[in-house]
């Protein structure tokens, strides 16, 4: 390898390394726009104190944080019912609240659902809540009747050839 080529190669791998760090620091800037844009997000809420959260965004005022519209927590979502603020302190702790409207079940999925966290998610002991939780649950979320669409009927099978 002549010195032409041995110079091409350090160029190269000075462009790769100028790549990695401008991607890398996008990376960071697009995160921190994102936070600033949406700082509700769960992940997040463990690394900005609530009173941060609205320094950062002007447009969330402190009485609408737990603010309800129409019978729906506006916040998460959630249907207002007995329950609800024991759902949302202690189950958007870790995800959102759409993992919940988005996943109806019986009680006793809610409760497997349960001792699944807790088992494999690190979920501490909901005590006395976990009734409360179940009930909430159970009430507003239950399993829908019909699903996206009806499962398939009378159908004529054939052999392809």
């Known amino acids: ?38 700082p509700e997000l769960s992940f997040f809420r463990v690394f900005i104190p609530r009173e941060k959260v609205y320094e950062t965004n002007a447009t969330v005022q402190e009485d609408d944080y737990d603010k309800i519209e129409n019978g729906i927590h506006v916040r998460t979502g959630l249907v207002e019912a007995e329950g609800l603020m024991t759902v949302v302190n202690n189950c958007t702790n870790c995800h959102s609240a759409k993992l919940i409207t988005q996943n109806r079940m019986t009680k006793e999925r809610w409760v497997t659902t349960i001792r699944w966290m807790q088992e494999t998610q690190n979920l501490w002991d909901l005590g006395a809540n976990e009734d409360i939780i179940i009930d909430y649950l159970v009430q507003n979320y239950p399993p829908r009747k019909k699903g996206r669409r009806q499962g398939l009927g009378n159908i004529n099978w054939y052999k392809l050839k």
């Open 1 to 38: 390898m002549n010195k032409q080529d041995k110079f091409r190669e350090e160029v190269k791998k000075v462009r790769r390394l100028v790549c990695i760090v401008f991607v890398s620091m996008m990376s960071v800037a697009g995160v921190l726009v994102y936070v600033m844009i949406d």
